[in-house]
DNA sequence: CGGCTAATTGACCGGCCGGCCAGTCAGGGT
DNA sequence: ACCCTGACTGGCCGGCCGGTCAATTAGCCG
C-alpha cells in the first residue's frame, strides 16, 4: 500500500544521477566522493549506478564529459556570435568570459579537479575555440587594431588564465588587504590588459 | 642477523614522513592517499605515522603548514631585497615569481588543492606579502611611474593569478594550438602586463 | 648501572568502500 | 496474450581503509 507505485524512466534516472554526482564531485573531487552517498542523495540504489554507468570512474568520466561538453557549446556560440573584430570586441569577450566563469563556478571547480589530475582532455576540447580566438586576433593584428609584437594565442591565454584563476581561487585573495569585487577586479584587469594589447600610436 | 642495526632517530623518521607525505599528497590531494601506500614509501609503519602526527588530516595540515612556510620565507626574503621602485623592479618581480613557481610545482599543486578545499589559510599567510607590494605600487603611481587608476592590490592580483594559473593548468593549455614555452609566454606576458600598469604620456 | 621516557613494532579492529549477483518486475514489440 | 529485454532491488562480499593497543626496545639522564 504504501509501496511508490513503480514507474520507470532511465532516462531521468541516468539523468538524476548524473545531477547529484556532478554536485557531489564538484564539491569534492573524485575520490572522495563515496558512491553510498552519492546513491542517497540521487534517490537511487547503489546497483542501480552500477547499472548505468559502469563505475564510479566511468561515471565521473561521465559528469565530466557531460559538463565540459555545455561550456563548449556555450563558448562556441559566444564566438559566433561576434562580430567585427576591432578592440570593443575583445573587451566584450574578455567581459562574457568573466561572467560565464561566474555564473557557471561548477564548471570551473570541474576544471581545477581535471587540472590536477593531469587530464589534458578539457583542454582538447578548447583547441577549437583557442584557434578561433587567436585567428582573430592575428587579423586584429594585421589591421593594426592590436600591437604585433605578441603571439595571438598568448593575448588569449592572458585573459583566460586570470579570469580562471580569479574564481578557482577565489577564497585564496578574497581577503587580501584592498582587494575589490569581481566587478571591480575585472574592471582593473580590462584596464591593464587593453591598454596592454593596443598599439602605441 | 639480518636485522637492521635499529638507530632512532625520531626527527629524521617525521622528516621522512613529512618528505613522503608531501610528495604523495602533491600528487594525489588528501583523500587519494591511504596510509599504507605512504607508510610503504616513507619505509616506516603506518603506526608510527598516527604515533608522530596523530592522524591523517593532522599530517596534511602539517604538510601544508611546512610548504606555505618555505613558501612564504622565500618570497619574503624576495621582497626585502627589493630596491628602489621604478618599472623595472615591477618586471624583476614578476619574473622571480613566475620562476619561484615553475622552480615549486609542489606548492603550487598543494595551493589548488588548498583551495579546492575552500581552505582561505594560505591566503592569509599572503597578507603580508600582498599589503607590500601594493604599498609599493601606491607609492610608484603617486611617483608617477605607474598609472594612477587602478587599485594596487588588482596590479599585484592580476600578475600572481596569471602566473599562478599558467602551472596549475598546464595539462589544460600547454597543447592549444600556437602556445609557446615558459619563458616566451612570460615575455609575452610581461609586454601586456609592463605596457598597462605605465601611465601614456 | 638502573630506570624512565618515548620511539617503534606488528597484530588487530570495526567499518565501510566499490562492486557483484541472483532475482524481480515493468513495459514495449509482436 | 505472451515474452523478452533491461531497469531496478537488496543482500552480500572481499578487501582495505584509518586507527588502536599492548608489548618491545633504544636512548638518555641521574
Redesign the pocket.
Known sequence: MNQKT?????EL?RARILEAAEALFVEQGFSA????ELARSAE?????I???FG???QLWEAVKNRAFERYFTAQMAMLEEAGEPDAALLRRSVEAYFHFLRDNPGVVRLFAWTHLEGDSHCGELDNQLVGAGAEWVRQAQMRGLLRKDINPTHVIAVFVMTCTQWFEAKCHHQNWPGMGSDEAFLEDFLKIFMEGVVPRE
Do not use: C, G, M, Y
Open positions: 513503480q514507474i520507470r524512466d532511465p534516472t566522493v563515496k558512491l553510498s537511487v540504489t547503489k546497483s542501480l552500477h547499472h548505468h563505475s564510479k570512474e
